[in-house]
């Protein structure tokens, strides 16, 4: 019966399903649907609708979009989440974050803006609403 919050408890940055290693390098565009580890180098966007992990030492040149990310590595790009941003104690983001929930560990960096959104809840109903431009016409027009 209150069981309905717990598909938004705690992101679980332990289990991934593609790894970039640390001695690889990766040129493009990444869009997954699974959550995605990185410890090697991103040039590039990279776009998931679950969790990413930049591991301590690894680097991304680009922007990132997600549900939740956990950052030790450093970043040169915007991250968008539509959950949590966890910057490490090794880890620096230089670029805007608009993002749910914001945790900043000692000695983390961040060097940009940041926009809080109001609620996951919220985002989702205003992106369905702005997808169907026809969803306040049928309710409209419903006899």
């Known amino acids: 019966m209150f069981k309905k919050k717990q598909e938004s408890a705690s992101p679980q940055f332990d289990n991934f399903d593609t790894l970039i290693g640390k001695k690889a390098t990766f040129e493009g565009t990444i869009k997954i649907k699974e959550p995605i580890r990185v410890d090697g180098v991103v040039n590039g966007e990279i776009m998931s609708e679950s969790d990413i992990v930049i ?53 983390g960096i961040f060097d940009g803006s940041c926009h809080m959104k ?26």
């Open 118 to 143: 109001k609620s996951e809840e919220s985002k989702r109903v205003s992106t369905e609403e702005s997808e169907d431009p026809s969803s306040s016409d049928k309710n409209s027009q419903s006899d």
């Open 55 to 107: 591991g301590e030492g690894s680097e991304v040149k680009g922007n990132i979009k997600c549900k939740n990310i956990l950052l030790a590595g450093k970043t040169n790009g915007n991250i968008e989440a539509t959950g949590q941003l966890h910057i490490t104690g090794t880890g620096a983001l230089y670029g805007d974050a608009s993002i749910y929930s914001f945790i900043v560990d000692e000695k």
